[in-house]
C-alpha cells in the first residue's frame, strides 16, 4: 500500500466515525491533498527541503490520548507552569483531562462544539484561513484529519494575567506516530494575551508531527507568541503559526529552534486591518545533521501597517538552515513600512544556509528593506579575547552568545528566557 492509499484508509475511518458535523470541512481538504500531493524539490517553496521520504514511513494515526498520566508529563512542563494555564496535545489529540485553566478569561472547548454554538460565526470566518497561503498538500492533509482539536477565546477587554503553555507531545514508545495538532486562536477586542508553545516527544521510535495554529487578533488586542523546538534528532515536524490582524492590534512573535530532525516552521502574519504592528524574531540553531526550515510572510493587505523581522541563524556540524521571508504589500496598502533582516553565522565548513528574502509591492508609497548575511565568527573578535587570557572554547561561546542576544532579548516571560538561555549554555557547553 502506497503512501496515498494509507492516508486514504484512515481518512474514510475517520469520516465514518464523525458526529461532528466536519466531514464537509475534512473532505474538501483531502481532496485538495489529492490536488497538491506532498510537496517534492520541485515544488519553489519547498526547493531546499526535501520531505517525501517522511512520507514513505508507516505511521500510527492515534484517535485518543493513549494512557499517559499527569504524572508522565511532569518533568516535560515549562517554568512557570505553575501559575500558566496548560494546554496538553497527546499525539495531536487535546486532553481536557491533563490540561489546566486558571484564567476565568478564558473559553476553551473542542473545536467540534465551538463549531456549533455562540462562536460558530469566528470558527466558519477563520478555520483554515492558512490554506489560502499554504497551497501544499501537508496544510491541506492536517484540515483532512482534524480531530481532537481545540478552540481558545480570550474575553473582550481582558488581559490574561497567566500565560497559556501548549505542549504537543508524542508518545512514540512502542511505534512511529504521525499527529496533527490542531488549535483556533480568538483574542477579542481590547484582550492581550501570551501563548508559549513548546514540541516534545516521548520514546525512541520515529514520529512526525504537522501542527496548524490560526489565530485572529481583534481591534486593539495584544497577542505574545513563542514557540521553542527542542525535540529529538529522531523527531521530524512541520509546524504552522497562522496570525490574522483583522483590527488595529499588536503582535509579538518569537520562534526559537534548537533541534530536530527535518524542521520546518510555516509562520504567516496577515495585517488586514489598518494601523496594525508586528514584530517577528527568531533564532535557529542546530547541529549534527539537523535541518531547519523558516518560512515567513508577512502581508499587508491595509495600509499604515508597519512590520519588523529579524531572524538569526547558527550553524554546527552537517547542519543545514533554510531562511525564506517573504513581504507582500497590496495594492491598497499604502504608507506601508516594513522591514526584514536574516543574519546567519557557519561554525563548521560543513554546515550550510540557503536564505532568499522576497519583497512583492503593489503600492507605490511604502518603505520596505530587507537584508541577508552569511558569514564566520570573527576572528579578530576571538583572537582579542583569547589575547585577554580567556579559553579558546568559551571566546567561541562567548561570541556565539552575543550574536543570539539580539533574539532572546526579545522573549519577554523571564521564566521562558532563563530557560532558553540554559538550553543554549548546555549547547555551548560553558
Known sequence: MNSVEHYKEH?????????NGLTAIRKNAFDAFNKFGIPTSRHEEWKYTRIGGLFNKQYQFPVSTG????????????????????????????????SKIISPELIVQSLEEAASNEFKEIVAANLGHSSDYLKDGIN??????????????????????????????TDARTENIFSQPRSLVHVGQNAQVQLIETYVTIGASESFTNAVMEIVVEENALLEYYKIQNDASHTNQVSTTHIRQVGKSYVHAVTISLNG??????????????????????LYFQKGKSHIDNHTVVDNVKPNCFSNELYKGVMNDEASGVFNGKIFVRQLAQKTNAYQSNKNVLLSDNATVNAKPQLEIFADDVKCSH????????????????????????????????????????????????????????????
Open 261 to 282: 530532525g527535518i524542521v520546518r516552521n510555516n509562520l504567516n502574519i496577515v495585517l488586514d486591518a489598518e494601523r496594525c504592528e508586528a514584530h517577528l524574531y527568531g
Open 11 to 19: 481518512f474514510d475511518q475517520l469520516q465514518s466515525t464523525d458526529k
Open 67 to 98: 494512557s499517559l498520566s499527569a504524572n508522565d508529563i511532569n518533568d516535560l512542563r515549562l517554568p512557570g507552569h505553575e501559575q500558566a494555564n496548560e494546554l496538553v496535545f497527546i499525539n495531536g489529540i487535546f486532553s481536557f483531562p491533563l
Open 371 to 430: 537584508g541577508c548575511t552569511v558569514g564566520q565568527l570573527d576572528e579578530e573578535a576571538l583572537f582579542y579575547l583569547q589575547s585577554r587570557g580567556i579559553a579558546g572554547k568559551v571566546a567561541h561561546s562567548l561570541l556565539v552568545r552575543a550574536f543570539a542576544t539580539d533574539i532572546l532579548e526579545h522573549v519577554k516571560p523571564a521564566p521562558i528566557r532563563a530557560y532558553i538561555e540554559t538550553l543554549i549554555a548546555e549547547r555551548l557547553e560553558y
Open 140 to 169: 491541506a492533509l492536517n484540515t483532512a484529519f482534524v480531530n481532537g482539536a481545540v478552540f481558545v477565546h480570550v474575553s473582550k477587554g481582558k488581559v490574561t494575567e497567566h500565560p497559556i503553555y501548549i505542549y504537543n507531545i
